[in-house]
Nanobody, 124 residues
Framework: QVQLVESGGGSVQVGGSLRLSCAAS????????MGWFRQAPGKEREFVAA????????AYADSVKGRFLISRDNAGNTVYLQTNSLIPEDTAVYYC?????????????????WGQGTQVTVSS
């Protein structure tokens, strides 16, 4: 089992950047694929990015490709989401999620563990 705590959200202007962090508890973090999802008011939760257990496999949603960068530090039990060139459409609560096993997933239902979320607000 793993517990996740996100941090790093905030309010920025268009074009700004934020680095989101997700700290995981437990000694088996390196066995989990990790994902970032987001949910805007009135919308469904959507996939943002994911990374395999050893960091060798990565995926991004088309809407963030080229602007966001996912990475992980297995020694520090942390996964990061560097968000750049932010636009108002990126405004949402961002969640990290963990899935035990060797590959990442696009579907939220495949992730058993979730953090509480961190708010990102982008203003024009």
């Amino acid at each position: 089992q793993v517990q996740l705590v996100e941090s790093g959200g905030g309010s920025v202007q268009v074009g700004g950047s934020l680095r989101l962090s997700c700290a995981a508890s437990g000694r088996t973090f390196s066995r989990y694929a990790m994902g970032w999802f987001r949910q805007a008011p009135g919308k469904e939760r959507e996939f943002v990015a994911a990374i395999g257990p050893n960091g060798g496999s990565i995926a991004y949603a088309d809407s963030v490709k080229g602007r966001f960068l996912i990475s992980r530090d297995n020694a520090g039990n942390t996964v990061y989401l560097q968000t750049n060139s932010l636009i108002p459409e990126d405004t949402a609560v961002y969640y990290c999620a963990a899935s035990y096993g060797g590959t990442w997933h696009l579907e939220a239902v495949q992730y058993a563990y979730w953090g509480q979320g961190t708010q990102v607000t982008v203003s024009s």
